[in-house]
C-alpha cells in the first residue's frame, strides 16, 4: 500500500484550534435567545470541539518515540535494520535537507559523535504546522538522536513506500552518515548503496 504523502486534517496539529476559534467567534452570531434547533446542536458541536482539542494536548503531552512529528528520544525498544554500505559502480549517496534548520544539533552529533557516524530513517516526519510527511533523519552516533533534517526529495520519492512499511512493522532502517564541514554550515550526506539490500532481506511478513 502507497504510503500516505501528508497527514489528514484530523491529525493534522493546528486543526482543533482552529476549529474551535472559529466556533468561538461564531458565539457572537448564535446568541442564548437563539431557536433551540439551532443553539443545542451549536453548542453539541462546540462540546466535541473543545474535548478533541484537549484529546490532541493529551497526545501531545506523551512521550511517543518516535513522537508526532517523527523525533526520537531514544533507541531503545525501536527495532534497527542496519543497511550497510555496499561497493555499487554508482554512487548511491543522498544530500540531507534543511540541515540549515537544524545546525545545532548536527553540531553536537559531531562533537559526540565524529564526522562518520549512523543515521535513522524515519517515514511519516514533518515540520512544526507542516501536513507534508518526510522521512526524517535521527543522527545517532552521540549520547542519543538529533534530527538533522529530512531525506531529499528525490530518495524521499524512491525510498517512502518501503520504509513506510516497514514503520508498520516496528522497524526503522540505520544508515551510515557523513558530516560535512569543520564549522557552521554544516551538510549532512547519507550512504544508501546498502538500502535496497537490507529491504530485500526483510520482505514483509
Known sequence: MPAPRS??????????????GVLLLATSIVRPEAPPWV?????ALLAVAVAWLAGSLLRGGRSANPDQWGDLTTLEGLELVDALHVDRGVRAVAPVSDVQRHQPAIELALLHGGTQQLAVLV????????????IGVQLV?????????????AADVRWRD???AMRQRGQYVRVPALIVGNARPFKVELDLSGLEHALEARPDR
Open 141 to 153: 552516533g552521540g549520547d542519543h538522536p538529533r534530527h538533522a533534517g529530512f531525506l531529499e526529495e
Open 39 to 43: 443553539l443545542w446542536p451549536f453548542v
Open 123 to 134: 517515514p511519516r516526519a514533518s515540520r512544526w504546522l507542516s501536513r507534508r510527511y518526510r
Open 162 to 164: 518501503a520504509l513506510d
Open 7 to 20: 497527514k489528514s486534517l484530523f491529525a493534522w496539529e493546528p486543526s482543533p484550534f482552529i476549529v474551535v
